[in-house]
């Protein structure tokens, strides 16, 4: 079948306007938030935690904070626009017109990897005005933040579907999404926990994210680039399928 | 032979124990003005939505100018819109951009769909609205933005579900002004309303449905003139006064209702007249006037549902 890719741009367009739209909540807010964290963690932890060699702290977390603003962003795009169409009944438009399942998919989590790389450079930009940051391979770092901000994007878009109010949403979201971030490796390396939790981390999806994003910057992280890529790619193509399957059959969209 | 406009075929949908339509099987010409009626729970919305592809059908399929609404929805729903019964909002567009949005989910841009946006809000009475946001609109606004969203593709089939709810007059004569002009211009229009008035004037034909159930398919016209009564309204004298209990059984039998206009019976059309005039006379009915009409399309809806709209 012919992509339809005019209507996919027009959505795609009205999510990018739509979080633009309120830009203070969805993109500003967020950046000071992260500040915050980079502020309070990098100042009293500085002396306290061992990380790489010849980083600080603060330089070490940099990374993680904005692959954690990416993540959160991501999903919260996504999964707050379904909810508020759903609530708001504008959704009907959208299955109302000739777009597909797929191109819906991508119009949202499209949209879900720009607020996510908007936020995140909202982040960097402070972090490295702030702090001596370099980047030793800028593509890896792009790669691991579109990849991970899409996983996240279809995360989310799988919570704004399932969902059918916003205290489901805020509770995949408290419960799963936050929990996961902040155990993903964002304030610390794994090497620094005890062995149980070290082999846990291993099966958070979300460190994987970060530990490959974190080596784009400073040519180290706590397991292989290539695995952290290939557990992202994997994570995203189960996301993709999933979604497309809950899309195709209409779960909780067509009755 | 033209292909219907639409065609239902033993389409059936069913929530857990309840049957919402149990195989329907019609079709709408293409170019009619197409009634959908029914009491509240009839089907109606559910057969409109399976239509649109809000709702999947159990079994049974549904085309559209001859694109069925599953398996080619694409093209189904780029010749079908759809003016749902709900009130929608978004909170963050205004109405113009709402409009560009849609047509750009058809493939529709540039300066002729623009030309068309501009014509649609100056048609709805809504050009200075154009950059306000739903919420700010009163409820029948709102419905006139419903319909330029479903017409944002110029669709050959209009879909219009209970557009009038909760209209004022003004902006109802308005909208069927504008509904009238599209279907001289050749669109088909399928209308569900609970106002049968509006039907009868406006309907070429018109289905019924109760509990899921297809009860009448015909031409307006000849619905009412099937039906198998008519009504005399006996206008009595200021002065007479009377019981329903206390006159004879075969007025008691053809007795509908009293109000400030006269007292309303329904004969069977082959009775004489003059039978009915002489049972008032002997019952000494005082009788200053009289009037004496066909059915109403409500009154046929009453009888084939046997419910109140």
């Known amino acids: 079948m012919q992509m339809n890719w005019v209507g996919c741009w027009a959505l795609f367009m009205k999510e990018v306007r739509r979080f633009y739209s309120v830009a203070v909540q969805t993109i500003f807010a967020p950046v000071v938030a992260s500040l915050l964290y980079l502020l309070i963690f990098g100042q009293v932890i500085e002396a306290r935690m061992d990380v790489y060699t010849g980083l600080s702290y603060s330089q070490f977390i940099i990374p993680g904070l904005v692959m954690m603003t990416i993540l959160q962003n991501a999903f919260s795009n996504t999964s707050s626009s ?32 720009v607020r996510g790389l908007a936020v995140g450079l909202g982040v960097l930009v402070v972090g490295i005005w702030g702090f001596d940051i370099v980047w030793q391979s800028p593509m890896w770092i792009l790669l691991f933040a579109v990849l991970s901000a899409a996983v996240m994007g279809g995360v989310g878009m799988t919570a704004g579907i399932l969902a059918d109010k916003y205290d489901h949403l805020a509770a995949f979201q408290n419960f799963i999404i936050i929990p996961l971030t902040f155990l993903s490796g964002v304030f610390y390396s794994i090497h620094a926990l005890p062995e149980f939790w070290q082999v846990f981390s291993h099966f958070n999806p979300f460190f994987y994210m970060v530990d490959g994003f974190r080596f784009g910057f400073f040519n180290q992280s706590d397991v292989s680039v290539l695995f952290s890529l290939a557990i992202t790619v994997l994570f995203l193509v189960a996301v993709t399928v999933i979604n497309l399957i809950l899309l195709y059959k209409g779960v909780k969209i067509r009755h | 032979m033209h292909t219907p406009a639409v065609s239902f075929q033993s389409v059936h949908k069913q929530y857990g124990e309840l049957s ?280 046929v809806f009453l009888d084939l549902t046997g419910e109140v709209e």
């Not at chain 2, 729903?77 to 909002?89: A, C, D, F, N, Y």
């Not at chain 2, 279907?183 to 009868?200: D, P, Q, S």
């Not at chain 2, 016209?221 to 004879?248: C, G, K």
């Not at chain 2, 004969?267 to 008032?280: A, I, R, T, V």
Request: glycine residues 8%.
């Open chain 2, 20 to 299: 919402a339509l149990k195989s329907i099987s019609f079709d709408v010409r293409p170019g009619c003005f197409f009634g959908l009626l029914g009491p509240n729970g009839a089907g109606k919305s559910t057969l409109i939505n399976t239509m649109a592809g809000l709702v999947k059908p159990t079994s049974g399929t549904i085309q559209v100018n001859g694109h069925d609404v599953v398996k080619d929805y694409r093209q189904a729903r780029r010749t079908l819109g759809v003016v749902p019964q709900e009130l929608i909002s978004d909170p963050f567009f205004s109405i113009q951009d709402l409009l560009t949005i849609q047509g750009g989910y058809f493939g529709l841009k540039g300066r002729a769909q623009a030309k068309w946006i501009d014509e649609l809000l100056s048609r709805l009475a809504l050009s200075d609205k154009r950059n306000a946001l739903t919420h700010e609109l009163s409820g029948g606004m709102k419905r006139r933005v419903l319909i330029a969203m479903a017409l944002v593709h110029q669709p050959q089939v209009l879909v219009l579900d209970e557009p009038t709810a909760g209209v004022d007059v003004d902006l109802r004569k308005t909208l069927w002004e504008f509904t009238k002009d599209l279907h001289k211009k050749g669109h088909t229009i399928i209308l569900t309303t609970h106002y049968l008035e509006e039907a009868e004037a406006l309907c070429e034909e018109v289905a019924i449905l109760k509990s899921g159930n297809l009860k009448a398919l015909e031409t307006t016209s000849e619905l009412i003139s099937r039906h198998q009564y008519r009504y005399l309204r006996v206008i009595p004298s200021a002065t007479h006064q009377f019981l329903v209990n206390q006159l004879p059984v075969v007025l008691q039998q053809r007795y509908v209702e009293q109000d400030v206009n006269g007292v309303l019976f329904r004969l069977e059309k082959d009775m004489p007249l003059n039978s009915m005039l002489g049972w008032l006379s002997d019952a000494g009915f005082d009788v200053q006037d009289l009037t004496s009409r066909n059915a109403t399309l409500e009154e």
């Open chain 1, 82 to 113: 379904l909810i508020q169409s759903k609530m708001h009944g504008n959704l009907t438009f959208v299955m109302l017109s000739p777009i597909s399942p797929l191109e819906l998919y991508l119009a949202f989590v499209s949209a879900s990897i």
